[in-house]
Nanobody, 125 residues
Framework: QVQLVETGGGLVQAGGSLRLSCAAS????????MGWFRQAPGKERTFVAR????????LYADSVKGRFTISRDTAKNTVYLQMNSLKPEDTALYFC??????????????????WGQGTQVTVSE
């Protein structure tokens, strides 16, 4: 099992930016399709972005398209989520994960595993 550790969350005003990091150990990120998800209090965990094993073909939820960018640094074995133009509705606990089961739609959290502990993002008005 790969260990994933998310960092970079915090409190930011609307319109601000944050960059989240997902550091992997026990495995190489170039071997996996990886995703970012988020979960607001009382709500389901929802898809945010995905990057392929080759590092290309990023996919985004409609709600973040044009504002968020997923990328990676293979030398650091880390995946990033750059978040710009943040809105209060982006407030959530953000997780990264590895896509483990292709039976599930790639935007479904059910197909992912090796979840990290998450990093909290809070966007104020």
């Amino acid at each position: 099992q790969v260990q994933l550790v998310e960092t970079g969350g915090g409190l930011v005003q609307a319109g601000g930016s944050l960059r989240l990091s997902c550091a992997a150990s026990g495995g190489n990120i170039t071997d996996y399709e990886m995703g970012w998800f988020r979960q607001a209090p009382g709500k389901e965990r929802t898809f945010v972005a995905r990057i392929t094993r080759s590092g290309g073909h990023p996919l985004y939820a409609d709600s973040v398209k044009g504002r968020f960018t997923i990328s990676r640094d293979t030398a650091k074995n880390t995946v990033y989520l750059q978040m710009n133009s943040l809105k209060p509705e982006d407030t959530a606990l953000y997780f990264c994960a590895i896509r483990r089961d292709p039976f599930y739609n790639l935007e479904s959290s059910g197909g992912y595993g090796d979840w990290g502990q998450g990093t909290q993002v809070t966007v104020s008005e």
